[in-house]
Structure formats: structure tokens, C-alpha cells
């Protein structure tokens, strides 16, 4: 039994003529005839009743078309993820990021990729968030890892990982030597805030944070990238809130400051086109669930 007899079968079953069925088939009928002949001979049932006015599915014939349907079905993704497995060989991924994902997302996709699809040519792209949002959707690139999401019919979004954000202060600063702090402590301080077009979620979450606890902060300077946060601080400009993964990158002038009440939390998501979800794409998903507790929106 081959692919083709389940076409034909098919066709018949859901044309019931015939020379209908011949035609969508482009086929000739004396052909197409002896096709289904064939079939019910190796299967062994008359699959189809034949008269000069109608053919009608038999009980047994009703009840193959059923599996007949599931198997062409099953054949011809086996032959998408095929050839789409193939097609990723000669194709590229482009990647967009926020600094946070190359330090703590890409040393767990990067070596999956690189051993499933050797011959896949990788470009990364270091993007604010706004930008990655539509390059995803232009189909710039092909996943985007940002710190908010927009929704959206043609994307699909998950949340990778929350992590909190972290106080530092300057390593001379009249409370470095207090254990914990009040976050009132922050009130009428110099800081330095993330521009708000460079980070904007970073930017409404500070904002919302101070306004909820009525703090009012001399705004020194906007930066551009969490990097210049760190050496302003580090230079005594002031203090500043940034996502905890910054932490490594200290020097020996900052110090992460504890404080009693809770800071915010800020997240990382990725980002791709629902209609270019990909076998690599699909393996980037995959790798992250195992070792982050995923959800999709």
C-alpha cells in the first residue's frame, strides 16, 4: 500500500464520483478505478459500493477513511519536519537580546543548537525591547528575548524567568554600613534611572515603585545601558536599582544594599512569530522549560 492509494481512496470517499475524484486527482478514470481495486484487494473489504448511478462507503470503507485521513495526515507532517530540518541547514536564525539573556539564557541554547543543527548559521542582534517587538513581527528576526511583551494575534510570548531588583550604592555612602535599610532610606537620594526608551519596562517599574511609596529622588542621570549604572555608582554619582543579574559585575566601590521592605521584580520573555516557529526555535523553547519554570500567556 502506498501514500497514493490513501489519496485516491480519499478523493473517492469525499467526492463520491468517480470522475470528479479522477479530475482533482488529475487522473484518468480507468486509472484511478483500478487504484481503489488494488487498495480493497490488499486490504482485503470492499471499501466502496459501485452502481451506475452513485458509489457509497461501505461500513468497512467508512471506517478505513477515518484511519486513511490520520495516516496521510501523519505522513505528511513526517515529510514537513523533513524537509523543514533540512531547509534549517542552509537558513539562519537571527536572535535579538537584552544583555540579561546572553548572560543567563544563551550558555544553555547556544551548545543545544549548536549539536542538533551544526550547519545553522546563527546572527545575534543586541536590541532595546521596542525594537526587537517589530523586527519579530517585520520577520526581522526570528525570536527576541525582552524584558516586556506586547500582545499581539501573530506572536506568541512566554515567560522565561522573574528576578528581583537589587539596591547599590556607592562603598562610601553614609549607610554602607547599616545591614538593612528602609527603602525610605531612598527618599530624597541622588539616583541614576534607566532611560526610559532604552528600558522601558525597567523605567515603569521604578517609576511605579517610587510612586507607590511616595518617595521623591533627585534624578541625576538617565542611562542608556544597566553598564553605565553600575560605573556612575561606582564613581559615587549616586545609587540606583537594576535586575539582580548585575550583580556579578560589581567592582569593589559598590555594595548591594539588603533593605526590609521588598524591591520589585522585573521579567524576561521570548518572542517569536507563531507562523515561523521553527524546528531550532522549537528546540530553544524546549531547553528553556527544562530549566526554567515556563508559562505561556
Known amino acids: 500500500m502506498e501514500l497514493r492509494h490513501l489519496r485516491y481512496f480519499i ?12 479530475q482533482r486527482m488529475c487522473t484518468v478514470q480507468p486509472s484511478l478505478s483500478q487504484q481503489i481495486k488494488d487498495l480493497e484487494h490488499e486490504v482485503g473489504v470492499q471499501l466502496l459500493m459501485r452502481t451506475n448511478r452513485k458509489v457509497e462507503l461501505t461500513a468497512e470503507g467508512q471506517a478505513f477513511l477515518k484511519e486513511a485521513r490520520l495516516s496521510l495526515e501523519h505522513a505528511e507532517k513526517a515529510i514537513m519536519d523533513a524537509r523543514q530540518i533540512a531547509q534549517l541547514s542552509k537558513e539562519q536564525l537571527n536572535i535579538g537580546f537584552v ?9 544553555y541554547i547556544m551548545p543545544n ?3 542538533q543543527f551544526p550547519e545553522l548559521k546563527i546572527h545575534f542582534h543586541s536590541l532595546m525591547d521596542i525594537d526587537q517587538i517589530s523586527a519579530v513581527r517585520k520577520g526581522e528576526i526570528d525570536i527576541a528575548f525582552t524584558r516586556y511583551v506586547e500582545e499581539s494575534p501573530e506572536i506568541e510570548s512566554v515567560q522565561i524567568f522573574t528576578e528581583p531588583l537589587a539596591l547599590i550604592i556607592p562603598k562610601n555612602s553614609p549607610v554602607a554600613e547599616q545591614r538593612h535599610i528602609s527603602i525610605k532610606s531612598m527618599n ?11 528600558s522601558p519596562e525597567l523605567y515603569r517599574i521604578i517609576q511605579d515603585f517610587f510612586k507607590q511609596n511616595k518617595l521623591n529622588v533627585n534624578l541625576v542621570q538617565h ?4 553598564l553605565l549604572n ?3 555608582v561606582g564613581m559615587g554619582v549616586g545609587w540606583s ?3 539582580s543579574y548585575v550583580i556579578p559585575l560589581l567592582g569593589d566601590k559598590i555594595l548591594v544594599k539588603s533593605t526590609v521592605e521588598p524591591l520589585p521584580t522585573i521579567g524576561l520573555y521570548a518572542s517569536y512569530r507563531k507562523d515561523r516557529k521553527n524546528e531550532a526555535i522549537e528546540l530553544i523553547l524546549k531547553v528553556l522549560k527544562e530549566q526554567f519554570y515556563m508559562g505561556f500567556f
Open 241 to 243: 536599582l537594576v535586575p
Open 223 to 226: 542611562s542608556t545601558n544597566i
Open 11 to 22: 478523493a473517492v470517499a469525499e467526492e463520491l464520483n468517480f470522475t470528479k475524484a479522477a
Open 99 to 107: 544583555p540579561v539573556a546572553e548572560m543567563k539564557v544563551f550558555p
Open 113 to 115: 543548537i549548536r549539536a
Open 230 to 232: 553600575v560605573n556612575l
Open 188 to 198: 530624597q537620594q541622588d539616583f541614576i534611572i534607566s532611560d526610559e526608551h532604552s
